[in-house]
């Protein structure tokens, strides 16, 4: 079964190893995802987030992580239910990765797992010339993470994955994934500016992506950035975008973003007057 990676890995075109670590991570995020498919976790649960706009809407940009919602609440959910048909998928296309919930010692809304296999290992496999330049501990990593109180008002849709294995992935509907990249912007706690929040941002802009407002205000209370009572409109919600454009640091914005990208030049113009301005002229 190893040739069905190859053949996922074969729309790759890699220049050095980094790419090929790259290439690696993303055929195991839709591994990981097939995997999660036929174990039923897609009953349950919707894929959103950065990941989930590179394989199904044609970000250009590497994401590392794979975010999920559960479709109504739950505060018990198990995530470990689905490991061992995971586990099985995984091993089944000659891949060896472990799965390893992560123990928090803080209870919050989030379920998180990892699935680790050694880099080297994997690259012998797949592009052998470039294993000495890999450390023998390196691990390729794929978090994923389960939101078992996401606020309401999101509506998904579902998609079809052919390989490794024919799937179909209920994911957000776009307004859904527009409507939780503005969250992140207005209201992640940066310690390091994010960029790759601000690349998001302008791919939905430049497909007149429409916000569905009814879930950010419900994320934007949760949050406590606004209160119940406010009514959020597309004015006041360019002013609050507007207020976030003019504080932000961009030096750091294109350091953050930069590894994730194959072309950085279109990340040189930025600076708050030209998210403002696309900002007024494009956000719907």
Not at 163 to 185: E, N, Q, T, V, W
Not at 253 to 264: H, I, Q, T
């Amino acid at each position: 079964m190893i040739n069905v990676i190859e053949q996922m890995l074969n729309r790759y075109e890699t220049a050095n190893v980094e790419e090929e670590r790259n290439a690696l991570k993303e055929v195991m995020q839709e591994v990981v995802l097939s995997g999660l498919a036929k174990a039923g976790f897609f009953n349950t649960a919707a894929f959103y987030g950065g990941t989930a706009l590179r394989i199904f809407h044609g970000l250009d940009r590497f994401s590392e992580d794979l975010d999920f919602s559960l479709l109504s609440p739950d505060p018990h959910y198990d995530l470990s239910k689905y490991f061992a048909i995971l586990s099985d998928e995984i091993a089944s296309l000659g891949l060896d990765f472990s799965i390893e919930e992560k123990k928090k010692s803080i209870e919050t809304a989030e379920r998180s797992a990892f699935v680790k296999g050694n880099t080297r290992e994997h690259l012998m496999k797949f592009y052998p010339a470039s294993v000495r330049k890999v450390p023998y501990n390196e691990l390729i990593k794929i978090k994923f993470e389960v939101d078992t109180n996401p606020p309401e008002g999101f509506g998904c849709e579902f998609r079809t994955l052919l390989l490794p294995s024919p799937c179909k992935i209920r994911l957000y509907d776009m307004s859904s994934l527009f409507a939780g990249k503005i969250h992140a912007l207005l209201c992640r706690a940066w310690t390091r500016v994010k960029g790759r929040d601000l690349y998001d941002y302008l791919f939905y802009l430049a497909r007149q992506t429409q916000v569905n407002m009814t879930n950010l205000k419900a994320k934007l209370v949760a949050s406590g950035f606004i209160e119940n009572k406010e009514g959020l409109t597309v004015d006041s919600l360019c002013r609050m975008l507007e207020k976030r454009f003019s504080s932000i640091d961009y030096d750091q914005a294109r350091n953050d973003v930069r590894p994730f990208l194959k072309d950085a030049g279109q990340i040189e113009i930025w600076d708050a007057d030209f998210f403002i301005t696309a900002t007024r002229q494009f956000l719907r």
